[in-house]
């Protein structure tokens, strides 16, 4: 009994996907909420969470077509519903939500992936107002 507890726990919590990133790079990150390509849904929407769990929409998904959220970070879909960001920087770097809207009778889910952006710089001392510019880029 306790080891069937201990195993839906485990199941429960599952660690949120971490996906890296090269500064100035692309980055495909995958939406967790969904595992087929065709899957029947109202809405797909991808979001990045602030550090109070408020949500900012990037992009969305739906019978009407793909739409940007006003003042999103520009992205597109890929396969699977994953979003695409190019020239990531460090600004990017986060938690991101994919959050999949269900037809009448279908369940709602959303999930979270982590963003790290490798080569980013620390505070730029000689232009701090850029201090998230990528390493390689670094006036020293
Ligand atoms: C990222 O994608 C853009 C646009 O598709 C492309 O021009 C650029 O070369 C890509 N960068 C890398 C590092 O692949
Ligand atoms: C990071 O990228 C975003 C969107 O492409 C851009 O608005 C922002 O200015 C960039 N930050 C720096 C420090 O380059």
Request: net charge neutral.
């Amino acid at each position: 009994m306790l080891l069937v507890i201990k195993l839906l726990l485990v199941r429960y919590v599952a660690p949120i996907p971490q996906v890296d990133a090269d500064c100035n790079g692309n980055v495909t990150l995958p939406c967790p909420a969904v595992n087929q390509e065709n899957m029947d849904f109202l809405a797909l929407a991808w979001y990045k969470e602030d550090s109070n769990g408020k949500r900012h929409g990037i992009i969305r998904k739906s019978d009407d077509g793909v739409m940007a959220f006003e003042n999103g970070r520009s992205a597109s879909f890929g396969t699977m519903h994953s979003l695409l960001l190019n020239w990531v920087n460090a600004s990017d770097e986060g938690t991101y939500l994919c959050a999949m809207s269900a037809n009448v009778g279908g369940q709602n889910k959303d999930a979270r992936v982590e963003l790290t952006v490798r080569g980013k710089s620390h505070v730029n001392q000689i232009f701090p107002h850029k201090m998230l510019i990528c390493a390689h880029y670094r006036i020293f």
